[in-house]
T-cell receptor, first 116, second 111 residues
Framework: DGGITQSPKYLFRKEGQNVTLSCEQNLNHDAMYWYRQDPGQGLRLIYYSQIVNDFQKGDIAEGYSVSREKKESFPLTVTSAQKNPTAFYLC???????????????FGQGTRLTVV | EDQVTQSPEALRLQEGESSSLNCSYTVSGLRGLFWYRQDPGKGPEFLFTLYSAGEEKEKERLKATLTKKESFLHITAPKPEDSATYLCAVQDPTGFQKLVFGTGTRLLVSP
């Protein structure tokens, strides 16, 4: 079955540590995204990537880093510079169309990160 | 400036009691409006894409409609398994493929 796999489902981080969240897709999608979800707020875009070896900052990129070395993979690192990292992190992918019309994004099951 | 506003924040229905959820948006030149369903602790599940005013999409008990300023998700004769948070998103007019999400409507359907 095609889909998006995020791991781990739960992650605990100590103060000052960097942690990496995994996201893998087998949908053959060009575009991949990372969103953050906090209670009472809409999903907010952290980073996105249209093609391999290229990515752009979203609205809340400070304290995060990404890489896109393979089409299938888009890992997110939460660095110690991120002051409030406790949140639910969602990875998504979509077909990339260069024209005006967007296409729907499909999401993974999320990683809940907690700072301890 | 809020681009996507969903109402109500929460809605409680009895099984079989039909209702509608609202998503109003302020972006100009809409490139796409998306509805998702999200269960607690899970990722959003794609439901519908709407591109132009007057467009309608249906799936089981759900029907999404679109006007120039808002979209409605109509739920006909809901069942308890329809309980979830329903999210609306529009494409950010400043960038391709960037979605701007509302805060969602939490729906609870009681038997």
């Amino acid at each position: 079955d095609g889909g998006i796999t995020q791991s781990p489902k739960y992650l605990f981080r100590k103060e000052g540590q960097n942690v990496t969240l995994s996201c893998e897709q087998n949908l053959n999608h060009d575009a991949m995204y990372w969103y953050r979800q906090d209670p009472g707020q809409g999903l907010r875009l952290i980073y996105y990537s249209q093609i391999v070896n290229d990515f752009q900052k979203g609205d809340i990129a400070e304290g995060y880093s990404v890489s896109r070395e393979k089409k299938e993979s888009f890992p997110l690192t939460v660095t110690s510079a991120q002051k409030n990292p406790t949140a639910f992190y969602l990875c998504a992918s979509s077909i990339w169309r260069g024209g005006r019309m967007n296409t729907e994004a499909f999401f993974g099951q999320g990683t809940r990160l907690t700072v301890v | 400036e809020d681009q996507v506003t969903q109402s109500p924040e929460a809605l409680r229905l009895q099984e079989g009691e039909s209702s509608s959820l609202n998503c109003s948006y302020t972006v100009s030149g809409l490139r796409g409006l998306f509805w998702y369903r999200q269960d607690p602790g899970k990722g959003p599940e794609f439901l519908f894409t709407l591109y132009s005013a007057g467009e309608e999409k249906e799936k089981e008990r759900l029907k999404a409609t679109l006007t120039k300023k808002e979209s409605f998700l109509h739920i006909t004769a809901p069942k308890p398994e329809d309980s979830a948070t329903y999210l609306c998103a529009v494409q950010d007019p400043t960038g391709f493929q960037k979605l701007v999400f509302g805060t969602g409507t939490r729906l609870l359907v009681s038997p």
